[in-house]
């Protein structure tokens, strides 16, 4: 079935070229950060976005959730913000003597979780069945949340004023962390010369329906990925666990991450199968969340990164 739907595009735009087009035209100078955002949707993952205010953030999420047809909820993290805040809560319904639950604002199909390292972590741990899982307990009930479900949360860099850090099983449930960083100097010309883009994410219009990402994404997890590849999967894996320079390795859980990943990177090429390329493209945005350094114990910089590729030969 995955080579029928490959041979049907052989020769013609691939399915998501719109989406990454007019994505690129809202987030400009961007295309490789929307690429990975995409990716990691496809995926079935979910996305961590850290990076000074005021970088595009919020107007990638918004624009993801207006081309792909997502109903969008936003969740401004503050460290007032109860973990019912952001699930539900039971009212009592006097009607109906009984009690009602408003579900909360995950209730949605792409969430984003709006600088989410402004709350405290007992908030910030009420995303943690919901990212895993994809339901809500509260009060006794498990609810399921819509399908697809993708979170995208942003993050202030951990040295500004007002930040909680998020612990490791948290991090551990963004399949990629990526950083916009600054425009270059035409694409940033071009921003100002605009206005700002926000508006224009505001008036596009959806290419594909929501029920059509399920489809795209069992064409991703089914991409063929070779013996040899799982064996230079986990070969970095390994070498993460052997390397000084980081005070733990890579989880299997990560490794499947990778992987997922990369069949993501694939499909969005219009290939039916993963190349090394594929994991050394996804593997800075899926690792370096994940490794802690030796020194100073921050994540792994893309030098770290860069030095456990060349440290691994492909098969």
């Known amino acids: 079935m995955l080579k029928d739907a490959f041979s049907a595009i052989a020769g013609s735009p691939r399915p998501f070229d719109p989406v990454l087009e007019q994505a690129g035209r809202i987030i400009l100078g961007k295309d490789r950060e929307i690429r990975l955002?995409?990716?990691c949707l496809l995926a079935n993952g979910h996305l961590l976005i850290e990076d000074l205010p005021g970088m595009g953030k919020t107007t990638l999420a918004h624009t993801?959730?207006?081309?792909?047809?997502?109903?969008?909820?936003?969740?401004?993290?503050?460290?007032?913000?109860?973990?019912?805040?952001?699930?539900?809560?039971?009212?009592?319904?006097?009607?109906?003597?009984?009690?009602?639950?408003?579900?909360?604002?995950?209730?949605?199909?792409?969430?984003?979780?709006?600088?989410?390292?402004?709350?405290?972590?007992?908030?910030?741990?009420?995303?943690?069945?919901?990212?895993?899982?994809?339901?809500?307990?509260?009060?006794?009930?498990?609810?399921?949340?819509?399908?697809?479900?993708?979170?995208?949360?942003?993050?202030?860099?951990?040295?500004?004023?007002g930040t909680f850090a998020l612990p490791e099983s948290q991090l551990d449930r963004f399949l990629m962390r990526i950083e916009l960083g600054y425009p270059d100097r035409v694409a940033e010309k071009a921003l100002l010369a605009a206005g700002g883009q926000r508006a224009q994410a505001e008036q596009l219009a959806a290419v594909f329906a929501a029920a059509d990402l399920p489809a795209w994404q069992e064409q991703v997890a089914a991409v063929h990925a070779a013996g040899p590849l799982i064996d230079y999967v986990q070969a970095l894996l390994d070498a993460t666990r052997r390397n000084p320079a980081f005070q733990h390795g890579l989880s299997p859980?990560?490794?499947?991450?990778?992987?997922?990943?990369?069949?993501?990177?694939?499909?969005?090429?219009?290939r039916d199968m993963v190349l090394p390329d594929d994991i050394q493209a996804v593997l800075p945005a899926v690792a370096a969340h994940r490794l802690r350094t030796t020194q100073g114990g921050g994540p792994a910089l893309p030098e770290d990164i860069a030095a456990l590729v060349r440290s691994v030969a492909i098969p």
């Open 37 to 39: 955002a995409v990716a």
């Open 64 to 161: 993801l959730a207006r081309l792909l047809g997502l109903h969008f909820s936003r969740i401004q993290f503050t460290s007032d913000l109860l973990p019912a805040d952001i699930t539900g809560v039971s009212i009592f319904d006097r009607d109906k003597s009984e009690f009602r639950f408003l579900p909360g604002p995950v209730f949605a199909q792409l969430v984003l979780a709006d600088e989410i390292n402004r709350a405290t972590p007992k908030t910030q741990s009420a995303l943690l069945e919901a990212m895993e899982e994809g339901q809500v307990s509260a009060e006794g009930q498990t609810r399921a949340l819509p399908r697809p479900f993708f979170v995208i949360a942003t993050q202030n860099p951990s040295h500004q004023i």
């Open 253 to 270: 859980r990560a490794g499947l991450g990778l992987l997922a990943a990369a069949r993501a990177w694939a499909w969005l090429a219009g």
